[in-house]
């Protein structure tokens, strides 16, 4: 009925997503590192934290699985053919919220079209709100609106207590078994941990947010069944959908920029910091001249560059959706290419103090080559700088997407991201009366988003490295403040 | 440290070059100025006649680092690396794709870019170590920990948000500054409070966090329990001790920007219509205008490096143990 369609972002978040699943195999079996990930558990913020980004992540993988829908057959052809749009597993999830368009702004969980419209009413031409196409349409008169939305409100809440009772039962019963402990017994446990003798995985901080989670999305299920949650925007679209499919950009934005910082920044700071002459002048040299140009200059100056070959070259994409994401990749590659110089300079700073150690000279004196030393004995012990870096440099990045694209060169205007969100919305204040909900939407999610991200990466920071000093480093510091 | 600033001037030199170097291949090896041409003047079917006259008048006609047709030394002048490149060393930017002088145009927008971000400069720096000298005044008390949360939350927050919040609230709600323009002398004060206030309020949460991690690490040093120990008040110590020795970190990110408040501030400008350079490079970043991009990053980098320089300098102020050799 589909035809799976594998965008090359998909495919690089889907590698990161094993990437970091054989990453967790790994660390499991490392003792001081499955005690670093411990202290994270142990802190209830960061566990917390870590649910709220985990409801984000899926929302953004289940946008990830992308499809061409089939077309229904044409009369006298045998041919197959599929829609020129692509869609992902979430449009599919959510289709009521995608294909239920109304003709222009919406009020949140309206049942009134925002502008006066001409009608016809018994022969009588007079201007008035018209009822949406979908808001509240399933109602008879518009006054029962607040007591449908109370019971809806209620169903919802209790179904996603529901499904929270299923999924917190069936976990614990798994913490029961690999305790060998009885139900019960271990219910209590991770409900009121034993805090004088232990310290316990935060638990029950997961649990909660989870109940949260789980009755906001139940409430907004329910609601969404019938109205437009956040209202609609201007040509009339869901602003509930519109933000939900901004979660994938921003995630990505956030994560596949480490594939571009990462291996340079490592690379060139090891090589830096280890073999030191006339290797470090060089890489001193490319960072120091990268680092002072103001990060948005560059990432201007890169991006109008892309921008034309992209416009030069448009038989490079085979649909609109293609481009788009060819645009995100090039933007994620560019935010790499300029914010790898802060985390190379740290790693061939403690390069530096590491290459004089003991078992380093050890290791030299028994022969071992170059390139062994500094993947065997160097590398691992720069790893916790690298994770910091990365978890810290998310939020940035997320935040810097919303900048790029309100300045014009961020995402493709045609792909959903919270930049492209509060771009569309900005006038919209000063419209009468406030159109005020995008950038509401956008605001709480933005903020959920990147909040959670900050919170989990300092609780990060300090189980790995409590005596480092991070500065709050952000590429685009300077433009944002 | 004469000896000292000479060689550091000296240095800035090769990175000069290679900022140079990295927007000509940029702006000129990535992409042919045929091909910018062809997208400055729109449509697909352009006729070359056009793309030639386009780059004959902006200067693109030239070869790019050879010229095999000129004689002796304008073989190497007369082309686009030395026209568009090298001239910028003499500070000589050439014309905008409009045909103005980018020079004159920055020179005229540099009072107004400086009239908003020297204030909030100032401004944001007083306010913010005043809030985290408060917070460790408070440390280990609710307070503190509220007042962390609350610098959490609003770094959590991105910038656009402020400005239209601020924006929304105090020009549209409150009716109390008009919402966006410029205007010279003293008439200015009321177009620039607002976001003087905004980019203050926006900068306080991540700088605050900062240097009160900072001030923490001083606190519990000997000198800090000696000057207590001699009955100053507890505002005594911290702001004349702890903050006078916690000073290197916190110049170390303050003085670079000194110089970079040249370039204005991209967001704000263009959000208040204040005609600063920031709303320049804005505008040269929507009409595609490379002349002026180029510029710009030139510009910014001469600042940075000065910025660093500047920045050795005041530890040997605040510190006398700092020699620069």
């Not at chain 1, 490319?286 to 030069?312: F, H, K, R, W």
């Not at chain 2, 000509?24 to 030639?52: C, H, W, Y």
């Not at chain 2, 020297?118 to 809030?131: E, K």
């Not at chain 2, 409070?193 to 991690?213: C, K």
Request: net charge positive.
């Amino acid at each position: 009925m589909f035809r799976p369609v594998f965008l090359w972002s998909d495919i690089l978040l889907w590698a990161m997503v094993a990437g970091c699943i054989a990453l967790a195999v790994y660390c499991r079996r490392q003792d001081y590192l499955r005690r670093a990930w411990r202290r994270v558990g142990e802190s209830g913020v960061a566990m917390a934290s870590a649910t709220i980004l985990a409801a984000f992540v899926s929302v953004g993988l289940l946008d990830s699985l992308h499809y061409q829908p089939r077309l229904p057959a044409q009369e006298g052809s045998s041919e197959v053919q599929y829609a020129p749009e692509v869609l992902s597993a979430l449009d599919a999830l959510v289709a009521d919220l995608r294909l239920n368009k109304e003709k222009t702004y919406s009020a949140p969980l309206a049942t009134h079209a925002f502008a006066k419209e001409t009608m016809e009413r018994d022969g009588v031409q007079t201007r008035d709100y018209p009822r949406l196409k979908w808001g509240g349409a399933h109602l008879e008169e518009v006054a029962g609106r607040d007591s449908d939305l109370a019971r809806r409100a209620a169903s919802g809440a209790f179904y996603g207590l529901l499904l929270w009772a299923v999924v917190v039962g069936v976990a614990v019963g798994w913490m029961a078994l690999a305790r060998g402990a009885p139900y019960g017994a271990t219910c209590r446990t991770v409900w009121r941990p034993d805090t004088a003798t232990t310290r316990p995985i935060a638990w029950r901080a997961v649990f909660v947010t989870l109940a949260v989670l789980c009755v906001i999305g139940g409430v907004t299920a329910a609601w969404a069944a019938g109205y437009h949650v956040f209202g609609t925007d201007k040509v009339g679209q869901d602003v509930l959908y519109l933000s939900l499919k901004s979660v994938r950009t921003a995630l990505l934005i956030g994560t596949l920029t480490t594939l571009v910082t990462l291996p340079l920044a490592v690379a060139l700071g090891l090589i830096a910091g280890f073999r030191g002459g006339w290797w470090d002048d060089a890489i001193q040299y490319l960072y120091t001249v990268l680092n002072s140009i103001p990060g948005v200059l560059l990432i201007a100056a890169m991006v109008l560059m892309m921008q034309v070959i992209i416009d030069t070259h448009p038989e490079w994409f085979e649909t609109a959706a293609e481009r788009a994401d060819a645009r995100l990749l090039a933007l994620c590659f560019i935010l790499g290419l300029t914010s790898w110089t802060g985390l190379c300079r740290l790693l061939r700073a403690e390069t530096l103090k590491l290459r004089e150690l003991d078992y380093v000279q050890a290791a030299r004196a028994f022969g071992v080559g170059d390139a062994r030393i500094m993947a065997r004995h160097i590398l691992p012990n720069l790893m916790h700088i690298v994770l910091i870096a990365l978890v810290m440099d998310f939020s940035g990045l997320v935040l810097s997407e919303a900048v790029l694209s309100y300045i014009g060169i961020g995402v493709d205007s045609s792909m959903n991201s919270f930049g492209t969100m509060i771009n569309a919305a900005r006038l919209e204040l000063s419209r009468e009366p406030v159109v005020w909900w995008s950038l509401a939407a956008a605001f709480v999610l933005m903020l959920a988003l990147v909040l959670a991200a900050n919170l989990f990466a300092d609780a990060v920071r300090d189980a790995f490295d409590p005596r480092f000093q991070w500065r709050a480093r952000r590429i685009l510091k300077k433009v944002a403040a | 440290m004469i000896a000292y600033i000479i060689r550091r001037l000296l240095y800035a030199i090769p990175i000069l070059i290679g900022v140079n170097l990295i927007t000509f291949l940029l702006f000129f090896v990535v992409n042919s100025p045929d091909d910018i041409a062809r997208m400055q003047l729109g449509a697909k079917r352009v006729t070359p006649e056009a793309i030639e006259k386009w780059k004959a008048e902006r200067g693109y006609d030239k070869p790019l680092v050879w010229n095999a047709a000129a004689p002796g030394v304008a073989k190497a002048t007369d082309t686009i690396l030395f026209d568009k490149s090298v001239r910028m060393f003499a500070l000589d930017f050439g014309r905008a794709d409009d045909g103005r002088d980018i020079a004159l145009e920055i020179r005229s927008r540099m009072g107004p870019s400086l009239a908003i971000a020297i204030p909030t400069f100032i401004l944001g720096l007083f306010v913010t170590v005043s809030f985290a000298l408060l917070l460790v005044f408070f440390r280990n008390t609710a307070l503190d920990v509220g007042g962390v949360v609350l610098c959490v939350a609003a770094m959590s927050i991105s910038g656009l948000f402020y400005i239209i919040g601020g924006q929304y609230l105090v020009s549209k709600v409150w009716n109390l500054v008009p919402i966006s323009g410029y205007s010279g002398g003293l008439d200015a004060g009321k177009f620039l409070i607002l976001p003087v206030l905004i980019s203050v309020v926006g900068g306080i949460g991540a700088s605050a966090r900062w240097y009160r991690t900072l001030f923490l690490e001083e606190i519990n040093k000997d000198y800090v329990r000696t000057a207590r120990a001699k009955g100053l008040s507890e505002l005594h110590v911290l702001f004349r001790h702890v903050l006078k020795n916690a000073m290197i970190p916190i110049l170390t990110g303050v003085v670079v920007v000194i110089p970079l408040l040249f370039m204005g501030s991209l967001l704000l400008e263009s959000f208040f219509g204040i005609p600063g350079l920031g709303s320049y490079t804005i505008d040269a970043i929507g009409s595609q205008d490379f002349a002026v991009v180029r510029s710009m990053v030139f510009i910014g980098s001469v600042l940075y490096i000065v910025g660093l320089l500047l920045t050795d300098i005041s530890y040997t102020l605040v510190d006398p143990r700092v020699r620069l050799k």
